[in-house]
């Protein structure tokens, strides 16, 4: 008889009052699509953050851009000495070896002008120097003479087009050199009222070597005339050939190279001018003849190349604390097929094109960079830049002019620039260095992010050091061993504090802490001294009393008995610091010659760093303190959350409270306490006010505790207002902000891997 099959089992519908609502069950897979949503937005939000911030610095890397725009015909009968472009780029000109002036106007191809310089028509140039920041150009002839021109550019307008006209102005100079006989090499240097000229004639197949001091002065009717204050007779002072012949723009200096490779330098004090310097700037090399000798913008660092095709850069400095500026190798780029053919210096950076041959570089001398660079098909003459660094001019072989549009706008960038040692003008070594800033347009900027990276750690490490014990032993204290009433009182005032603006941190730091420290550290010293080992005293001496005495204090109120004593030795500690002062900190005042007390005298003098009143050590106390309560409430959160069964199965096997906090409840908490310092120091890292008020705000390079400082995000908070939309200094405001990024996002990530090993560590417990 086959098997009976039986129905299945039927459940029993559950009771009404046990379903879920659909209400809720809405709800339900709402909230869990509206968290994954949100979840996705911070990230992509976060993702655009980064790529925004990335955007801005790419360009920081970039070479630059150089288009080539026209090609026009010059003269072909003229031989040309030297190149000169106007502002805009618009009207070269060209000097031959007759003394005319070729004015090309590339708006109108086949439109020249020629201006001459001397009535005669057999003149010949033998000697020239020109400067175009100045726009000026000074000849010496065959016969002897010497003259300076003025180029200036006047804006015409009719017919409907705009066109430039020319204005050239021809000033005789005084009668330095001797007629009849030929100028080698001549320049002029004009600081406004005082004025140096100075030239190299051969005479008779011997050069002879003169200077003369020329003053103006300036009145209300304008300027006066210019008379010879004193002549200087160098002839006997330069031994052999003279080659090369620079005067400075501030009219203090002349430089002269001689045949055998050898550079004087003549510095006029007053009315004197003595040789400062000689020096063989290629005394290493085979061939030690110089070529190339000329200023970069500034007229602080020369450029020289010699005929291996050398190119080193030597600039003024003081090789000491004391003493006198001098030249020094400070920079040296890749070596030219041959000897330099032509140079042209920027006049609004420190830019440079040198070339030999077919072969053209665009360079900067602060990052030592090649900026661009091409090969011709015909060598290459001469060279220009325009003022406004967007135009170069050269002239070929073919005498045709090539016209180039220039696209360099951060050229002061690089990974150099901003993470290397770059030796700067007047320094007397390569260093880093941030100054954005400068009051001429000489002025090299330093954009050095090292600094305000060290500036970072170290004030974040300084209100570490602070907060940290702090923070921690409150926190242990108050969710181990504190009464709860007396924890419903801290913890709300803890978390109060870390409201408190840092503006008014960082205003109470600078005008009421650091005026009191600058002259207490001996007795800060003494109480950080004194304070620990009077708790740990005074925990040695609360453990060997009877257990009589002990049990009359109620649990947790221990520590009305240790306030008192801390009370104590802080208080010691600030009495006896000048006590300790006047013992240990004794030095030589240098003012008076006395033997004084004085720690902000004895730490120069002892370690050779500075003392400032706003320094990290008041940036610790200061931050600590806004760091504290964000580290006491997460890590007493963590402490507090670890289970009660653990903590009472220790102390039912016998381990005492100490021990209970130490060996069960931190190493179960190392997760969320290590969540809170990461916590802190995410604070610390990011902040700006108390940076700024409370440090003096200096960006340099120092571990010097009692130095100043400044941190990338004090540095964008102080320079992003005024930086320019799109300048090199915008986008380098940008890098520090992308480091931040980086920074913050590395030491999260460090973080959460090492919370999570810690979690599957202690996950047992």
């Known amino acids: 008889m086959p098997e009976a099959v039986l129905p299945p089992p039927t459940r029993a519908p559950l009771p009404q009052r046990y379903e879920t609502a659909r209400s809720t069950l809405w709800w339900d897979r709402f909230m869990n699509r509206f968290i994954t949503v949100g979840g996705v937005a911070i990230i992509t939000v976060v993702l655009g953050i980064f790529v925004f911030i990335l955007w801005q610095v790419l360009p920081l890397f970039r070479g630059a851009t150089v288009q080539t725009l026209q090609v026009v015909p010059a003269s072909d009968t003229a031989e040309y000495l030297a190149l000169g472009l106007d502002e805009y780029g618009e009207m070269p000109f060209l000097l031959d070896r007759r003394g005319r002036l070729h004015f090309v106007e590339l708006n109108r ?33 065959r016969d002897g003479r010497l003259e300076r021109i003025e180029i200036r550019y006047r804006t015409v307008h009719g017919g409907g087009e705009r066109r430039l006209d020319p204005d050239v102005q021809v000033q005789l100079l005084p009668a330095l050199a001797r007629p009849g006989h030929p100028v ?31 003053t103006q002065t300036r009145g209300l009717l304008g300027a006066g005339q210019v008379r010879v204050e004193a002549t200087f007779d160098l002839t006997d002072q330069v031994p052999g050939r003279l080659t090369h012949l620079l005067v400075n723009r501030m009219a203090d200096a002349i430089l002269m190279a001689t045949a055998e490779g050898e550079i004087l330098y003549f510095h006029r004090e007053g009315r004197a001018l003595r040789l400062r310097q000689r020096f063989r700037p290629f005394e290493d090399c085979l061939r030690t003849e110089i070529v190339l000798m000329d200023f970069l913008l500034g007229d602080v660092t ?145 954009l050095s992010m090292v600094p305000l990276m060290v500036g970072t750690l170290k004030g974040t490490f300084y209100a570490m050091l602070f907060a940290v014990p702090v923070a921690l032993l409150a926190a242990l204290y108050v969710s181990q061993f504190a009464p709860p009433e007396f924890r419903g009182v801290v913890k709300p005032t803890m978390e109060v504090m870390a409201s408190l603006p840092s503006v008014v941190l960082g205003f109470l730091g600078a005008l009421w802490l650091a005026p009191r420290l600058e002259t207490r550290v001996p007795s800060v010293l003494l109480i950080l001294v004194l304070v620990p080992l009077a708790a740990l005293a005074m925990g040695a ?112 096997l016998g381990a005492s409270r100490w021990q209970t906090a130490l060996y069960i409840v931190l190493p179960t908490a190392s997760a969320g306490i290590f969540s809170a310092l990461m916590v802190g120091l995410g604070r610390a890292v990011g902040e700006t006010m108390i940076v700024v008020m409370a440090t003096g705000n200096t960006p340099i390079l120092s571990f010097n505790p009692f130095s100043g400082m400044r941190t990338l995000s004090a540095n964008l908070a102080v320079e992003l207002p005024e930086a320019p939309h799109h300048s090199t200094l915008y986008r380098t405001l940008f890098l520090g902000a992308l480091l931040l990024f980086v920074f913050t996002f590395v030491i999260n990530t460090v973080a959460e891997i090492l919370r999570q090993r810690l979690r599957d560590r202690f996950k047992t417990l």
């Open 109 to 141: 191809p086949g439109q020249h002008r020629v201006h001459p310089l001397f009535p005669e028509d057999n003149v010949e140039v033998t000697a020239w120097r020109y400067h175009p920041g100045r726009q000026e150009l000074l000849c010496g002839t």
């Open 302 to 446: 020369l450029v020289l190349g010699n005929a291996e095709g050398r190119v080193r850069l030597y600039s003024l400095f003081r090789p000491g604390a004391e003493g006198d500026r001098v030249f020094g190798r400070t920079k040296q780029f890749p070596d030219l097929a041959g000897p330099p053919a032509f140079y042209c210096a920027s006049q609004r950076n420190k830019a440079f094109v040198i070339g030999q041959g077919a072969e053209v570089r665009l360079c900067y001398a602060t990052t030592e960079k090649v900026r661009w660079h091409t090969d011709l098909e015909v060598p290459v003459q001469l060279a220009a830049l325009n003022s406004k660094y967007d135009r170069l001019v050269l002239l070929d072989a073919q005498q045709n002019l090539r016209v180039y549009r220039l696209e360099d706008p951060h050229p002061e960038a690089s990974w150099r620039a901003f993470f290397g040692r770059v030796w700067y003008e007047g320094a007397d070594r390569p260093r880093f260095e941030w100054q954005s800033t400068g009051g001429s347009d000489a002025f090299e900027p330093k």
């Open 184 to 214: 080698r090499a001549v320049d002029y240097g004009d600081s406004g009222t005082d004025k140096l000229v100075a030239l190299a004639q051969e005479v008779e197949g011997r050069f002879e070597v003169r200077a003369a001091l020329l």
């Open 541 to 652: 001496l609360w453990s060997r009393l009877p257990v009589v005495w002990r049990a009359r204090v109620r649990p947790g109120y221990e520590f009305l008995a240790l306030v008192p004593v801390l009370g104590l030795a802080g208080l010691a500690g600030w009495m006896w610091g000048p006590v300790l002062e006047r013992w240990l900190f004794v030095v030589t005042d240098p003012a008076t010659g006395e033997r004084v007390a004085d720690f902000r005298l004895w730490w120069p003098a002892f370690t050779g760093a500075d003392f400032q009143q706003r320094n990290s050590v008041v940036v610790g106390f200061v931050m600590g303190f806004a760091v504290i309560p964000i580290i006491f409430t997460l890590a007493e959160d963590a402490l507090s959350n670890v289970p009660a069964t653990l903590r009472s199965g220790s102390l039912a």
